[in-house]
């Protein structure tokens, strides 16, 4: 059984730093691969970053590339997102997600569990 359950999520200013942790209470966190997706109001579901079971292997979005980092840690069956330099832009709420995959997906439709999701909100 995955379950999964975000946290981190705050207000911030533009240009700060914040990071977000995804904790699943299940047992079987270091099989599957993880992401992170985000959703800001009106607008669909996107992708934001992914890791291979072992975290070896990461993808990002363009828009993330280079103010994001993805990692985890397993003995902790806890995913991370450490998000720098923020922008207004960055407004969402952050989700993560797991399948049984080898694939760094970044389709919404191919993750198999979701979090409840954490609020970022950055002002300018």
């Known amino acids: 059984q995955v379950q999964l359950a975000e946290s981190g999520g705050r207000l911030v200013q533009a240009g700060d730093s914040l990071r977000l942790s995804c904790v699943d209470s299940g047992h079987s966190f270091s099989t599957y691969g993880m992401a992170w997706f985000r959703q800001a109001p009106g607008k669909e579901r996107e992708f934001v970053a992914a890791i291979s079971y072992g975290g070896a292997t990461t993808k990002y979005a363009t828009s993330v590339q280079g103010r994001f980092t993805i990692s985890r840690d397993n003995s902790r069956n806890t995913l991370y997102l450490e998000m720098d330099d923020l922008k207004p832009d960055d407004t969402a709420i952050y989700y993560c997600?797991?399948?049984?995959?080898?694939?760094?997906?970044?389709?919404?439709?191919?993750?198999?569990?979701w979090g409840q999701g954490t609020q970022v909100t950055v002002s300018s």
């Open positions: 997600a797991a399948h049984y995959s080898l694939i760094l997906n970044d389709l919404p439709n191919e993750y198999d569990y």
